[in-house]
């Protein structure tokens, strides 16, 4: 099982970035897919989630219009689109998928995102 994570890196205020996390070694279209984020010496945060069929997206309140989910089940990756970057949406980035039906879950490496000007 795989999710790799890619798209991460710097963005001035006010830019944008779009994460992908790709997956292989399990059955992506029958898991839940979420992002998550760490800020520097601060605990893991969820960003936003999509379900397996895409038909169901949550976001956190305070990323609510400003980033969007999405995942395309023939290319087996889901996306963050960040848009209007801050200063304190410096985190590192990881990607989780979700089969609460089975009660797996795996986790991406994670990918760094630095927002500064």
């Known amino acids: 099982v795989q999710l790799v994570e890619s798209g991460g890196g710097w963005a001035q205020p006010g830019g944008s970035l779009r994460l992908s996390c790709a997956a292989s070694g399990f059955t992506f279209s029958a898991y839940g897919m979420s992002w998550y984020r760490q800020p520097p010496g601060k605990e893991r945060e969820l960003v936003a989630a999509?379900?397996?069929?895409?038909?169901?997206?949550n976001y956190a309140d305070s990323m609510r219009g400003l980033f969007a989910i999405s995942r395309d089940n023939a290319k087996n990756t889901v996306y963050l689109q960040m848009n209007s970057l801050k200063p304190e949406d410096t985190a590192v980035y990881y990607c989780r998928a979700d089969n609460a039906r089975i009660g797996r879950h795996y986790w991406g490496q994670g990918t760094p995102v630095t927002v500064s000007s």
């Open positions: 999509i379900s397996s069929g895409g038909g169901t997206i």
